[in-house]
């Protein structure tokens, strides 16, 4: 089975082209930096090139007709509102209003050491047997947390700000 993918650095990954290639791809997948707001929980972003920023707004307004899996490795990704903790505006939330059926957040800061190695296992579980499937992230993510947790001995500020929301 072949998977196409596209991967955007640095510069390439400016707002305009990381919108464009939204609207085509099924799955995305963030490295970057985040930005929550909680008082302003619509100007949340994602930072991506030229510090310029993906803001929850923008996203809202996307049409994403191929949308299934969003996983946002970047810092603040699922952070709600400090007043209103039971409010659910956030980056994460907002992905599953555009179309994403499953998405995994981050609630706080994350760990430049140790994000790369929960995204691969999130994704060798979603990948297993040839066949990706959105519907194995809140498993997968499981899995990843608990390997990281068994195989590094990390404390639970490392594992615990990973969340999933959505199927």
């Known amino acids: 089975m072949h998977l196409a993918t596209n991967e955007l650095t640095r510069e390439e990954a400016t707002v305009e082209v990381v919108k464009r290639e939204m609207e085509n791809a099924s799955?995305?997948?963030f490295a970057c930096h985040?930005?929550?707001?909680p008082v302003e929980p619509m100007e949340s972003a994602l930072i991506l090139a030229n510090h310029a920023?993906?803001?929850?707004?923008?996203?809202?307004?996307?049409?994403?007709?191929?949308a299934e899996f969003a996983f946002l490795s970047a810092c603040q990704t699922a952070k709600g509102q400090d007043r209103a903790p039971d409010h659910s505006a956030h980056l994460s939330a907002g992905m599953l209003a555009c179309g994403y059926r499953s998405v995994i957040g981050t609630m706080w800061q994350i760990s430049d050491e140790y994000a790369p190695f929960v995204a691969d296992r999130v994704y060798e579980k979603m990948l297993e047997g040839g066949q990706p499937d959105y519907k194995r992230a809140a498993y997968a993510l499981h899995d990843a947390v608990q390997a990281l947790r068994n195989e590094h001995r990390v404390g639970f500020e490392t594992w615990l700000p990973f969340i999933h929301v959505g199927v």
Not at 34 to 37: E, M
Not at 53 to 64: K, V
Request: charged residues 15%; aromatic residues 4%.
């Open 27 to 29: 799955w995305v997948h």
């Open 34 to 37: 985040g930005v929550a707001k």
């Open 53 to 66: 920023h993906l803001a929850l707004q923008e996203l809202s307004r996307m049409s994403l007709p191929h």
